[in-house]
């Protein structure tokens, strides 16, 4: 009899590996025939010689895909890796209200601040921090003023645009009156930072935000200080002739806060998994992050993506928000950025261009959405 239990156990624990084995096969399929997928649709908008796109799909703690297409450095030809650091725009905003979240963790300010209680200038007096962080400050937009009013040899930075603020700038509306995308509110939230941090901006991001995060490599960029970038991807616009030209030496290049963020797939992967551990601030500010705290955007302001089913979006802590997703985008001279970030399943998606092609992006975000949502469909109905 014994002998006959041994015999069964030893065929059902053949029959278990077997099935779990195929199952591990028929997985290991899916997702090469997924990246498959994603190759061609990104291989067929991407040309090999020209700027290209770095792509991250993350789900349950794993970096299912992380890829490069097309051309960092056209006068090098060295290729979009992983590890190559693309110049981020507007999706830097989710790390200046990391700092600022660090900020009041630390007691050094709250929320319901008014801005005019670090400078006493008249344009802040009903100004909250709040405010700023969800766009209703109704704050004048320094780009519009510096486009006509400044000598593009130098470098515009932050302290240029303080000083103009200093001047009481007429606002675009009353602050908390309406909804409207504010660089310049960044901008501000950043000289916020670097004045109650007590060290520049960039270096207190680089160690309340992005070592904390395990982003060795990333880093806000000064043009008028410049670091080394690592393994740096330039950014490219076509000129009249339609030829593609660097656009690093923008004169708009030494502002941070509102955008400026350089970093790669790598990296980004390591901050969306301590961004689901909640390892970044405390509890409380992580709760703060993807609840919005604006009134509803505007339709034109809105996401167009399929998969956001027309869904009303409002703006939280550096993320436009649905009940659904939390996304950003970013648009900058010579680079289109967007994250795509499911609130109840454990998938991202990330996809950065070293181009000024906005349709592009639109295009690999919804393409690569669908294909992703599809191979976790499939890869549900298997367990």
């Known amino acids: 009899m014994k002998k006959l239990f041994g015999v069964l156990f030893i065929l059902l624990f053949v029959f278990c590996k077997t099935a779990n084995d195929n199952k591990e096969v028929k997985q290991a399929q899916a997702l090469t025939q997924l990246e498959g997928r994603i190759d061609s649709l990104f291989h067929s908008n991407i040309e090999s010689i020209g700027p290209g796109a770095a792509l991250m799909v993350a789900y349950d703690g794993q970096l299912l895909i992380g890829k490069g297409y097309g051309l960092r450095n056209l006068e090098t030809k060295e290729p979009i890796t992983p590890s190559t650091n693309m110049r981020m725009g507007s999706v830097s905003k989710q790390f200046t209200d990391l700092a600022v979240l660090s900020l009041i963790d630390n007691g050094l300010l709250k929320p319901t601040d008014t801005v005019y209680k670090f400078w006493p200038y008249e344009v802040f007096k009903k100004i909250t921090v709040q405010q700023l962080i969800d766009h209703t400050s109704g704050i004048a ?10 000598n593009r040899s130098d470098i515009l930075e932050n302290t240029d645009v303080l000083a103009w603020l200093a001047t009481n700038p007429e606002p675009l509306f009353e602050p908390g009156e309406k ?42 960029y000064n043009l008028a200080h410049p670091i080394a970038i690592e393994e740096r991807a330039f950014c490219y616009e076509k000129d009249s002739l339609g ?71 409002r703006y939280a802590m550096g993320w436009f928000v649905t009940e659904d997703f939390a996304l950003h985008s970013g648009s900058w001279v010579g680079t289109r950025t967007m994250v795509v970030r499911d609130l109840h399943k454990p998938l991202t998606i990330a996809i950065f261009l070293n181009s000024d092609q906005g349709e592009l992006r639109q295009l690999l975000m919804e393409s690569t959405y669908r294909l992703v949502a599809d191979y976790l469909t499939e890869k549900t109905k298997e367990k």
Do not use: C
């Not at 320094?142 to 006509?148: K, R, S, V």
């Not at 509890?283 to 809105?302: G, Q, R, V, W, Y």
């Open 243 to 313: 030829q593609w030209k660097k656009s690093d030496g923008f004169f708009m290049n030494g502002v941070m806060g509102d955008g400026a963020v350089y970093t790669s797939v790598n990296d980004y992967f390591n901050y969306d998994q301590a961004l689901r551990k909640e390892t970044l601030v405390s509890k409380a500010s992580h709760d703060l992050i993807f609840k919005p705290t604006s009134m509803p955007l505007p339709k034109e302001a809105a996401y167009t993506y399929g998969f956001l089913n027309g869904a009303e979006e």
């Open 179 to 220: 909804w409207e995308y504010s660089n310049t509110a960044y901008l501000v939230l950043a000289l916020l930072v670097e004045k109650l941090g007590g060290q520049e901006f960039s270096a207190y991001a680089k160690a309340q935000v992005f070592e904390k995060a395990g982003m060795q490599h990333t880093n806000y």
């Open 141 to 150: 937009d320094y780009e519009t003023y510096f486009i006509d009013n400044w």
